[in-house]
């Protein structure tokens, strides 16, 4: 029988993860009054035996597997005693990480052995943040509603089984756009929306400074912007970083719809990446200055935080889901007869008119291909054009609708982004 010997690096690998899975699982359990088998010298001599006993057989895993059925019966017996003890609680000690962690020990020799280096890394680098973060994870655990685990279950149905059944083939001549298409728009916006939505409401860091009013803009930089200007507009918030919210909304909006479209069409987000930035980061400088240089209004408050409750509800309910759905298909239909009725300045008309409602059916409709015949410069200059257009609408609600004067400066500035916008939709175009 013939060994294939191990590498060195092999070797050194699974020496450095043992002894950093061990190190781990000693420091965790340090403050523990019971003592647990494993640790700094456990978890190498199992990895090692491991190792070893892979290496004697490597077609068959006999050796393997029967140290590996001697270990399992060791940890039961273990276990069978454990169960009896009580934890700091005074409950049963019924958790199974410390058998799963010397059973890990022992699979890691072989994995060290057998697999790219990057599958042990990641296998040892996980076991061990899920080991010291049970604490977190437990209080994060604590703090998720039930409906929360409801909608995510929701969300991967309508991933994992929904998205795969549906045809990707045009169903109707009045539409490129199939089926599958639109539902992976559907999912894409949704998921980054839902990204959005659970750090606002359970990263404790959002509450604090700019960063609910940037996730807001992740999320609806419309809804953010009506939201802001209204607590402006009451006193529950300081002028001074409702202004600044606003404008970093649509500063995070542009890269948001960046994002969107790369995932569809990377040729398209090339002729957008340059100008979508430029006004990004034109953004980002107006918030920065707004935020550092301006100077509160009497009667402002001191501090103020924003609700995640307040800025952003679910996206994942069925009911913004369908409605986006319907949105996404009235708008690749309404898109193609512009195109076919008016051509490309059909379009542009389209993109100004969607702008002031959502726009993300309308961009990912462009992205997929749902108006055939348009260039990549015209796509991007009638994408330009619906945010400029949004921009519009963003101005109007701080100005007049919720804000008033609280508001009235970044109102201003969205509408010299919106023109920026539409100038260079013009340069695009060849205007």
Avoid at 124 to 132: F, R
Avoid at 324 to 337: E, G, K, M, T, Y
Avoid at 378 to 387: C, E, V
Wanted: hydrophobic share 55%.
């Amino acid at each position: 029988m013939s060994i294939s010997p191990p590498s060195l690096t092999g070797v050194a690998l699974l020496l450095g993860l043992s002894l950093f899975l061990g190190l781990a699982f000693e420091e965790f359990f340090s403050s523990r009054d019971h003592r647990r088998p494993g640790g700094i010298r456990t978890f190498p001599l199992l990895a090692f035996a491991g190792g070893v006993l892979y290496a004697f057989d490597q077609a068959h895993f006999v050796p393997f597997t029967g140290g590996l059925i001697v270990l399992g019966a060791w940890l039961t017996v273990f276990y069978s005693r454990h169960v009896q003890e009580k934890d700091e609680q005074g409950e049963p000690n019924v958790g199974l990480v410390v058998p799963a962690l010397n059973i890990h020990a022992y699979l890691l020799g072989a994995i060290a052995l057998a697999l790219p280096p990057w599958v042990a890394v990641t296998f040892t680098v996980t076991a061990v943040l899920l080991l010291t973060g049970r604490e977190r994870l437990h209080a994060l655990a604590r703090r998720i509603e039930v409906k929360e685990i409801v909608t995510a279950g929701q969300f991967l149905i309508l991933t994992g089984i929904v998205l795969p059944l549906l045809p990707n083939a045009p169903v109707t001549t009045l539409t490129s756009i199939t089926p599958r298409q639109a539902w992976l728009a559907l999912i894409v916006v949704a998921a980054l929306s839902y990204a959005s939505y659970l750090a606002q409401r359970y990263w404790a860091a959002a509450a604090r400074g700019l960063w609910m009013p940037a996730l807001g803009g992740l999320y609806s930089s419309t809804a953010t912007t009506v939201v802001l200007a209204r607590e402006a507009k009451t006193g529950a918030l300081p002028r001074q970083h409702a202004q600044a919210g606003i404008t970093l909304a649509t500063a995070i909006m542009y890269l948001r719809i960046l994002v969107v479209v790369a995932f569809f069409n990377l040729a398209l987000a090339r002729v957008l990446a340059p100008w979508l930035c430029c006004l990004s980061l034109a953004g980002l400088v107006i918030c920065a200055l707004q935020y550092r240089l301006g100077k509160p209004a009497a009667g402002d408050k001191k501090a103020g935080t924003l609700s995640a409750q307040r800025l952003a509800t679910n996206p994942l309910e069925l009911g913004p889901a369908a409605l986006f759905a319907v949105l996404f298909i009235v708008v690749s239909l309404v898109s193609n007869w512009a195109k076919a009725e008016f051509g490309t300045s059909g379009i542009y008309t389209l993109a100004a008119i969607v702008g002031v409602t959502d726009i993300d059916p309308f961009v990912l409709n462009l992205a997929q291909g749902g108006t055939a015949g348009m260039s990549d410069p015209a796509l991007a200059a009638a994408i330009l054009i619906a945010a400029s257009s949004n921009n519009i609408l963003k101005a109007l609600y701080a100005a007049f609708f919720a804000g008033g004067r609280a508001t009235e400066a970044s109102a201003v500035f969205l509408v010299l982004l919106a023109a920026a916008g539409v100038v260079i939709a013009f340069f695009l175009t060849g205007f």
